[in-house]
Structure formats: structure tokens, C-alpha cells
């Protein structure tokens, strides 16, 4: 059997190909997905530090409380890249996020839902019809866009949701700096649509200032911004004690995180369905910021902290 390397390079390259000869097998000729075996379960995330703890707690699971043989293939690519190695079978399982999938990926819906239970619904149906794959139970966590306020800023003001920055933008004299990334302060779901759908003053007593992505939670944390965008599971905001300010008008969609896998394997396994939901019930957006902050700001191997939690929580 390949090194897990050698098919995780060839599956970023696409194609779905092996791409040498093998014991004299014609180049080309024989697929990944014929590679495991066949009560193999490869288990893929995208390259970041979320998808990566998400993909090892389904691993551990799968390995501890089934029979099956799960192959290691976290780390895979982007989105693109994890939906098409699912959609070929040539991974098993990858967490995708419901406002990704009803977004980005195929058939690409522009409609807004802003209800996370109708959306959840409308992907699951959907990605069964066009493309055979399974949504199962969504986890409560949500890494939608948010917007962060310094937390001196937000006692000071009393400001913790949006209408009520937008009641105080509109009463107030002092101006107050909002710290956006270049892609959220063009596009229409993003800065001017969440002005038009708050009612935002949209001159006088907002400074807005663009700010490169990875900037964005240090300039808010340590007061050169009063507010900022970030992303509402990113362990940062524990790291500078920033307020979230409540969604409480839904323009954002849900991007809640579930395990997205083929019908057809669901059907072959069906002990897969119990594992992964047991893991999905409890896992909410504050429990994932706190496993993100134990990989990216303490160094923690990913692995292991899913593996620990697993632990904690009775699933292992």
C-alpha cells in the first residue's frame, strides 16, 4: 500500500489517478479508492487548525468503537479539494461547514438562509439528490463572520449585539474604528450588506479601516480598532478577550460543522451514523475555541487534544 504522503500528494494534484506504474499495473489505470481497503474508511480535512482537530475527532472515534480500519488523510487541501476527493470516493468523510456547502460548492446557492435548522435541511437534502453524499447531525458550533469588539470599548458602550451598535452609532458623537479585511469590506454578504441590513450610519461616526487578515484580532485586542471581523471560532478571541456582538437580526448565514460522508458507505457502515453524531451533539462553538486555542496559540499536536477530548467527554 502507498505511504499516506504519496496518496495525500497525489490526491492535491487531482485527477483521482495513481500517477506512476505499480508491480506493473499501467500508469493511470488503477484508482485511489481501489488502494484501501475495502472496509477502509480514509478520513480527510482541510488544512487548518479546526478541520484538522475535526477530522481527528472522527478518526479516533471510528477507530476506538468500530471495526473498521480508518486511514489518516487530515491535512488534504481546501475546499475544492476535499469535496471532490468525497465525491469520488477517494476519501470517506470530511467535516464541511453548512454555509460553505450551500455557498461554494455545487450547484453554489446564492439564496440567504439565515435560520441554521432550515439550512442544515436544505444542504442535506440537496447533497443527497445531486451528488449522493450524507450530511449527518450538525454540531451547534458556527464559524460564521463575526464582529468583535475591544472589550474596554464594550464596557464602555454597553454595545453587545449589532442592532445595538447600530443604536449607538446613531446616537452617538465619538467615532468609532472598525477594522475590516479587503475581501469582507467589498463583498455584498459582507461590510455593505450588514450596513444596509443594521441601518448603519453610513458617514460620520464610522472610521473604517482595512486591515490584513491575520492583524485583525491583535488590533482589536489591544485597542488600535474598537471593533473588527473575525471568524466566531477562532481561539483569539480567548487569547484577547474580545466581546462577540450578537447576531441578534441573522444576516449571517450558519456555517455549523458537519460530518459529510457517501450515502452508500453510510449504508455499508451504518455504525459510522452513531459515532460521528455522539461527537457532533456536544460540540459548540465555545468548546471548538477552546480545542483551536490548545493547537494554534499552546502548540498542542492536533491529534492529541482530539483524542483527550474524546476522553473527557466518554467517547473513548
Known sequence: MPTQNTRRSLLKTGGGLAATAISGVTAGCLTLATQFRSDSIPIGSKRFTE???????AYESLDANTDLHVDDQTGLGGTTTNFQAVNSGEIQLYWEYTGTAW??????????????????????????????????ERAPLDNTYVLMANPEWSDQTGVESLSGLASYLTETDTETTVALNAEFQDRADGWPGLVDH?????????????????????????????????????????????????????FFPG?????????????????????????????????????????????????TVAREYLR?????
Not at 461554494?104 to 447533497?127: A, C, G, H, S, W
Open 312 to 316: 473527557e467527554t466518554g467517547v473513548l
Open 51 to 57: 478541520q484538522e482537530i475535526l477530522g481527528y475527532l
Open 198 to 250: 443594521y441601518e448603519f450610519p453610513e458617514e460620520g461616526q464610522i472610521d473604517v479601516r482595512n486591515i490584513e487578515s491575520g492583524l485583525l484580532y491583535q488590533v482589536v485586542g489591544e485597542g488600535e480598532a474598537d471593533i473588527g471581523v473575525g471568524f466566531n471560532t477562532d481561539p483569539r478571541i480567548l487569547q484577547f478577550d474580545l466581546q462577540v456582538l450578537e447576531d441578534d437580526e441573522h
Open 103 to 136: 455557498q461554494t460548492l455545487p450547484p453554489e446557492q446564492d439564496e440567504v438562509i439565515p435560520d441554521p435548522e432550515e439550512l442544515y435541511n436544505r444542504v442535506k437534502e440537496e447533497f443527497e439528490t445531486e451528488h449522493g453524499l450524507t450530511f449527518l
Open 255 to 303: 456555517y455549523n460543522a458537519a460530518p459529510m460522508i457517501p450515502t452508500s458507505t453510510i449504508e455499508s457502515h451504518p455504525s459510522i451514523r452513531e459515532q460521528l453524531n455522539e461527537i457532533s451533539a456536544d460540540l459548540t462553538t465555545e468548546q471548538i475555541r477552546e480545542l483551536n486555542n490548545r493547537v494554534a496559540i499552546d502548540n498542542a499536536n492536533p491529534q
